[in-house]
């Protein structure tokens, strides 16, 4: 899957907003953003796919995909699988590129 809309966060910008934990696979709040995202709190939610979304400057992104990003430095080549079949299991050994 790709992001819900086509338009990229730089590197630098993500790193500053979001920590990645690598051993839960998950995305935390650097920064106060209003609302519930606050410093340390978990960032998105899951959608009605399963699938844990972080909006970031209005744009909605799909969590495993900043992932990527995050860790990697490149934005994935198309489409992403999780290993395991799990859609909020974002430990970068789970995700892998695919196709359908």
């Excluded at 819900?4 to 920590?19: A, E, F, N, Y």
């Excluded at 690598?22 to 519930?36: A, H």
Aim: proline share 4%; with cysteine.
């Amino acid at each position: 899957m790709q992001e819900l809309k086509r338009c990229h966060i730089s590197r630098d910008r993500l790193r500053q907003l979001l920590r990645y934990d690598r051993k839960t696979g998950e995305l935390f709040w650097r920064m106060n953003r209003g609302g519930r995202a606050r410093v340390g709190t978990l960032a998105g939610s899951i959608n009605p796919g399963g699938y844990r979304t972080i909006h970031i400057e209005c744009i909605k992104y799909y969590a495993h995909r900043l992932i990527w990003f995050y860790v990697k430095g490149t934005w994935p080549p198309g489409e992403l699988d999780h290993k395991d079949g799990c859609t909020d299991h974002n430990k970068i050994g789970n995700l892998r590129p695919a196709t359908r």
